[in-house]
Structures are given as structure tokens and as C-alpha cells.
């Protein structure tokens, strides 16, 4: 990670000037790390989802705002999203 922190002003202003799999490599590193620290790293469906929403097809917008808004960095652990059609069966 040392070796990509100069070069993130590169990738923040000109992303163009860095080739597309150099890019994807960043953000997979990116990923990993952030895997590894909230200790996800043992299988992306593994185990139970930490955080749970319901969102009406309807109303994906505002269900999904509700459900989601506040999670902050919890935004990057599991969470199960159930989607209800508009008789309120489960999809």
C-alpha cells in the first residue's frame, strides 16, 4: 500500500493516465485490506450478515435510505437486503 498512497492523486485527478488493469489491481488491493480489517476475510457468503434491510420494490429509494442511512463504515459488512413486492410476499 506504501507503494500506491503518491500515486492516489494520480488516480484521483487523471485516472485516464493509469491503465485499466492497474486501476482494477488498486481497487481489489483496496478491497482486501479493507476485507481483512473488519475480518472478512474468510469467504464473502460465509457466515450471517451483520445487517439487515427490507426494501419494497416500490419504494427503493426511501426504503433502502431508511434502512441503510447511518450504518457509516458499516456499510462495508455483510448486510442482507430481503426485496417485498406490493403484496408483501418476499422476492
Not at 484521483?12 to 488491493?29: G, H, L, T, Y
Not at 478491497?31 to 474468510?42: F, K
Not at 416500490?58 to 417485498?84: C, H, P, S
Request: proline share 4%; no cysteine; net charge positive.
Amino acid at each position: 500500500m506504501a507503494y500506491i498512497s503518491p500515486r492516489l492523486g494520480i488516480l484521483n485527478n487523471i485516472p485516464f493516465a493509469i491503465p485499466f488493469s492497474v486501476r482494477v489491481e488498486i481497487f481489489r488491493r483496496f478491497v482486501w485490506n479493507d476485507m481483512r480489517a473488519l475480518d472478512l476475510d474468510h469467504g464473502m457468503f460465509s457466515g450471517a450478515p451483520r445487517h439487515r434491510a427490507v426494501v419494497r420494490r416500490g419504494q427503493v429509494a426511501k426504503d433502502g435510505y431508511d434502512n441503510l442511512n447511518g450504518l457509516g463504515a458499516a456499510l462495508k459488512e455483510r448486510i442482507q437486503i430481503t426485496f417485498v413486492d406490493q403484496f408483501g410476499n418476499e422476492e
